[in-house]
């Protein structure tokens, strides 16, 4: 049985689905980046405060801006919005059902004209983010806004025909403006320290170059809560397909699979109103900061040490690791004494009891989350996760030799593109090509990676940090095993 909107009755038979009567939803908020994050995190909240309560104004209507979402688009449009959220816990338990909050998709990178007239529509209260960290176009070292980007450089001279977010954000803003409408809230929900202040940071920079006015308006009326998430989402595989047909009978074309553990922390600062999401457990607090510090930290850089490492090992998902007691223990030793000293006061969270949580987390071996999609884009994420913990403890003269051997492994990684077996590693990083020649240059050139300041900064110039990375890149060179090499630091 297909799922759609007009076979929703006979399905609900058998998996739990929309208690709420879509037809009266409207849409309140936009989201950009409908990915498997989204779907399992803010679309299932939208979903459970629906049930729960009379949200009807807050229906989402997802944004896709990429002609990569020319798939996700038609697959939500065949099927009404509606798709499968597979809850899969450590223990075997599998949990399904059916969300509805998401009630239409537009497509923008051919066509932005429907796309800007939603987000301008007066309905609009919130536009949402995850587009990745890659997505806000700024230097990893500077931090500044990347203004020689050819999209944003289209941009600045045919402002009615945006192609990032930014100039969707920027048009849809000045129609508001222009027809004395309120603005509506930019919300980030994506993997970045203080995501909220970067994208207003972002879009400032490119509105006061296209428009100082406008500029000037936006910073006055348009809210960026920070915010801080988390769910692990790996990629859906046939398995997930194969496993609602036989099971239930039903046909998704692109169910989501989770695991249990979900959370979201929001600074409670919102243009034009927002849902009720304390409702149904979300945290709203004054400053987010110390929460999405401990979680970039812990959890992403601790995926990121997971995956980087294992990947060179020959491991091909995070819970194969979490099966191998030497990176158990690596990755509990980088937590501890690198990790946990540099973070701030998280009030309510007990850092231990946090840092066991991960390690039960990334154990779960139903969820089998792929070391190619952890690695995927490191050159956005290591900057963010693991490199800011490492300049951290430089000038604190904390431990560094844990996140170095990792840096050390991303060279061997980048350069080689095989695995301790000699099997090949799949590699998605847009840097893929900068990254695999400065690695190349690694033998005769041994600070010829870190030398990259986009991702690095000034690290290379660091006496400590430049003589025990030398050491490790050429002993990993030597030995071709991240494990090995793990062992002997523990």
């Given amino acids: 049985m297909q799922l759609n909107q007009k076979n929703l009755g006979l399905i609900t038979n058998v998996l739990s689905g929309p208690k709420y009567d879509r037809k009266r939803l409207k849409i309140g908020m936009v989201h950009i980046g409908v990915g498997g994050f989204h779907r399992a995190h803010q679309a299932l909240y939208t979903h459970q405060l629906q049930d729960k309560m009379d949200a009807s104004e807050w229906g989402i209507c997802g944004i896709g801006l990429r002609s990569g979402d020319q798939k996700i688009h038609d697959v939500l449009k065949n099927q009404d919005g509606l798709y499968t959220l597979i809850i899969k816990h450590p223990d075997g ?21 429907p796309v800007i007239e939603r987000m301008a529509d007066p309905a609009t209260k919130i536009v949402s983010l995850t587009i990745t960290e890659g997505g806000y176009n700024f230097n990893p070292s500077t931090g500044e806004f990347d203004f020689e980007n050819p999209d944003i450089r289209h941009e600045l001279s045919n402002p009615n025909s945006p192609k990032t977010v930014y100039g969707f954000l920027t048009a849809a803003l000045k129609k508001r403006r222009d027809e004395g409408l309120p603005a509506f809230t930019v919300m980030s929900c994506d993997n970045i320290q203080h995501n909220g202040d970067m994208t207003r940071e972002m879009l400032l920079s490119f509105t006061r170059k296209l428009d100082p006015e406008l500029a000037k308006w936006i910073e006055n009326e348009v809210q960026f809560p920070n915010t801080m998430v988390d769910r692990i989402t790996p990629v859906t595989t046939q398995a997930d397909i ?55 930290r812990l959890l992403n850089a601790g995926h990121s040490v997971l995956g980087i490492l294992g990947a060179i090992h020959g491991h091909k998902t995070i819970n194969a690791c979490m099966e191998d007691k030497i990176f158990v223990a690596y990755l509990r030793a980088f937590m501890d ?62 431990s560094i030799q844990f996140a170095t051997l990792v840096i050390a492994a991303w060279c061997y990684y980048s350069d080689k593109g095989i695995n301790h077996q000699g099997e090949p590693i799949e590699i998605i990083d847009v840097m893929h090509a900068e990254l695999q020649q400065a690695a190349k240059r690694t033998k005769t050139e041994p600070l010829a990676f870190i030398k990259q300041e986009s991702l690095f900064g000034d690290l290379a110039k660091n006496e400590r940090f430049a003589q025990l990375y030398v050491a490790t890149v050429q002993q990993i060179y030597k030995d071709r095993d991240s494990r090995k090499q793990m062992q002997s630091m523990l």
């Avoid at 599998?94 to 909050?101: D, R, T, Y």
């Avoid at 979201?264 to 457990?281: C, I, L």
Wanted: hydrophobic share 35%; net charge negative.
């Fill in 93 to 113: 338990t599998i949990e399904s059902q059916i969300i509805g909050s998401i009630l239409d998709f537009l497509l923008g990178h051919d066509t932005p004209g």
């Fill in 242 to 296: 194969t496993y609602l047909q036989d099971t239930y009978g039903i046909e998704d074309a692109w169910p989501v699979t989770c695991e249990p553990f979900i959370q979201w922390v929001v600074e409670d600062r919102f243009s034009n109103g927002r849902p009720e999401f304390e409702k149904v457990g979300v945290q709203f607090v004054t400053d987010v900061k110390p929460y999405e510090k401990m979680k970039l």
């Fill in 337 to 398: 004494k690198e990790a946990s000293p540099i973070l701030d006061e998280v009030k309510g969270i007990d850092l231990e009891s946090y840092k066991d949580s991960l390690e039960t987390r990334f154990a779960n071996p139903n969820i089998k989350d792929s070391v190619s999609r952890i690695c995927s884009e490191s050159s956005a994420k290591l900057p963010k996760f693991l490199i800011a913990t490492l300049q951290e403890n430089l000038i604190e003269g904390g």
